[in-house]
């Protein structure tokens, strides 16, 4: 398909075929284009969580007003944010900078100054709005490989996240829960799997300047 016909496929799953799993390359392609997500400054302050373990997906789909299809699918993504972006995260994000790219410190630490003093500016809400829209930024992308290669997923903000960070002990790894994606197949009796998309004409939702 070619992507526009991928996005016209794809739509937020209300019914999982439960039945049928996903084989572990889609899975490996969903894992590896989470981690090339493009986020501000590169620090990448999300992490992904997959489950594929049916009693825990079962605890989390009481935490998920018990929509189905944290059951039925067959693998919950769990898109989560960094709980603290200090100086000594952001130096080993420059750290790697220099691994790979064997750029030379005295370049690099302008920068590092820069943005270690511009988030020591900041408060705790400021940055985990931040890091918030980071997560968007990946699920985004999330959603639209999962479209070109033929991935059912419905993404879900519908969740009590306090629950979903005790149950899968986020704490103690210092994140917290903010998107959900279940992935897998869609059923063949989903009925919204037929539905025509509903948007604005691109007229109204596009403007261009020459």
Known sequence: MSVINALEWRYAVKKFDNSKILPQHKIDILK????????????QPVKLLVVSNKA???KLKEASWNQPQVTDASHILIVCIEDQIDSVYIKNYFNRVKHVRNT?????????????NDFE???KEEIINWAKNQAYLAMG?????????EIDACPMEGFVAD????????????????????????????????????????????????
Do not use: W
């Not at 590896?32 to 590169?42: D, E, M, P, R, V």
């Open 56 to 58: 825990l997906q079962s």
């Open 32 to 43: 590896k284009a989470f981690n090339l997500t493009a986020t501000s400054y590169g620090l």
């Open 141 to 149: 992308n999330l959603l639209t490989v999962c479209a070109i290669e």
């Open 121 to 123: 500016s900041k408060s």
């Open 104 to 116: 030379p410190e005295d370049i690099l630490e302008p920068f590092q100054d820069f943005l270690i």
């Open 163 to 210: 629950q979903y960070d005790k149950i899968l002990n986020l704490h103690t790894q210092n994140l917290r829960s903010v998107l959900a994606l279940p992935v897998g197949y869609r059923a063949k009796d989903d009925m919204f799997s037929g539905f025509k998309k509903v948007r604005k004409p691109i007229s109204d939702s596009i403007i261009e300047i020459d």
